[in-house]
DNA sequence: AACAGGCACAACCGCAAACCC
DNA sequence: TGGGTTTGCGGTTGTGCCTGT
């Protein structure tokens, strides 16, 4: 009959800490650890919150080193390609930002470098189809269409695909040395040389092919069917010709500052981005349909033509 | 000065994976 | 090996502050 919750609601205190509480659970960890049970630790502490609070208020604000506030424009960008090539993850995402949370990414991605990146949507938001608004109305049991094996785009969808619109126009290949990404997993085997597994960390190349048109072109094209099968196969990496590849980087920083901005530092490395990520500790099996990006599935097919409808383009 | 709306951030909730016995 | 417990994560909500009217 369901879980068991995981602390007495009834007796434990909710809403914002005050510096009393911060400090006793500060104190306590910083003397004693954690003890490896974020549970009992309130009941150690005598403090009347529920362990999963005291978890995330040592891990977002009292642990050592945090960083609020202030993202950098080199934290842009790599907040930037990671949520373009891996969506919503942020504890990944988290982890190539020293001294950022989780939490704290989200926070930024939803309130400023969202509105930043996709605020140039056009007014078609109302331009909906009928479908999809209806959609939205479904209560959540009746949200998936079986029959047809639709299903409705999750709003991360939506701002990854209206993401990759933006910064290249047909479709970009991004491409990732991450034998955990779908569209890797093909050729992973080949791409050994790329991919030490004695190692526990290497870098993910992000990168976009060249096709001659800036951002500024992005919006008012059609996708044929023709353009998105090429889409898929540019996804690929087995497409190969990376000799007009130009780094990510220059078109966020384009739609993060303007037209004519200069990249301000950051990790360019030969023309690309270089982002250090731990790959191999990383969950290799964990995907789902919003998470990750197979650009080779009927589903992503049908997701770009459900996008061309709802933005115009 | 008062109010409303928007925004930013902290915190909570529920789920699934990982862990432990 | 299976079931219970704990942890980690992402989505969502609540609240206080700021700005415009």
Redesign the pocket.
Known sequence: MG??P?CD?ATV?????SPEEDSMLKNYIEEHG?G?????LPHKIGLK?????C???WL??LRPNIK??DFTPEEDSIICSLYISIG?????IAAQLPGRT???V???W???LK?RLLGRRKDGQHRRSQSAAAADELPDGDSTNDAGGERPL???AMERIQLYMQLQNPLPAVQHHNPALPWQQNTAAQSNDSFNSNTTSTSMNVTVAEHGQSSSQLSDHTLTGRQLESAAAMASPSSGDNSNVVTIEAELQELLYGEGSQMRGGAVDGGVLQVDVDWWSY?QG?QSP??SWDFTTTETTSVFQDYTSVYDI
């Open positions: 879980r068991a995981c609601k205190k909710k809403g914002p800490w954690t490896g049970n974020w549970i009992a919150r529920c362990g999963k609070s978890r995330l208020r977002n604000y609020h506030g919503s993850r942020w504890s990944i989780d939490n704290d989200k926070n930024y939803n309130t400023k509105k999750s709003a991360s969950d964990k919003v998470n």
